[in-house]
Nanobody, 122 residues
Framework: QVQLVESGGGLVQAGGPLRPSCAAS????????MGWFRQAPGKERELVAA????????YYADSVKGRFPISRDNAKNTVYLQMISLKPEDTAVYYC???????????????WGQGTQVTVSS
């Protein structure tokens, strides 16, 4: 059974950092592209960042480019989102997801975590 478990969200002041992580089990982690999505109240879920199985390729939404580097440790079956220079508009539930190939569409991803809340105060 595949499980993706996020942790590391929380409440932070604008400008501060957070580093959510997502631990995977039940799948051959290195074979999967991992993505981080977010969903703010009243908005659709959107892709924030993604990283290929070998970590060689990364993808970012324009809104977070340069602020949210994504990384992974295949030995630990874990993907990270290093969030810096956080803004109130980054407030959302952040989800990790796994799939074989890259897509911006959440419907294309096979596996999902339960989400972790990130709240940025001004």
């Amino acid at each position: 059974q595949v499980q993706l478990v996020e942790s590391g969200g929380g409440l932070v002041q604008a400008g501060g950092p957070l580093r959510p992580s997502c631990a995977a089990s039940g799948l051959t982690f290195r074979n999967y592209l991992m993505g981080w999505f977010r969903q703010a109240p009243g908005k659709e879920r959107e892709l924030v960042a993604a990283i290929s199985g070998d970590g060689a390729r990364t993808y970012y939404a324009d809104s977070v480019k340069g602020r949210f580097p994504i990384s992974r440790d295949n030995a630990k079956n874990t993907v990270y989102l290093q969030m810096i220079s956080l803004k109130p508009e980054d407030t959302a539930v952040y989800y990790c997801a796994a799939d074989f190939t890259y897509s911006e569409r959440d419907s294309e991803y096979d596996y999902w975590g339960q989400g972790t809340q990130v709240t940025v105060s001004s």
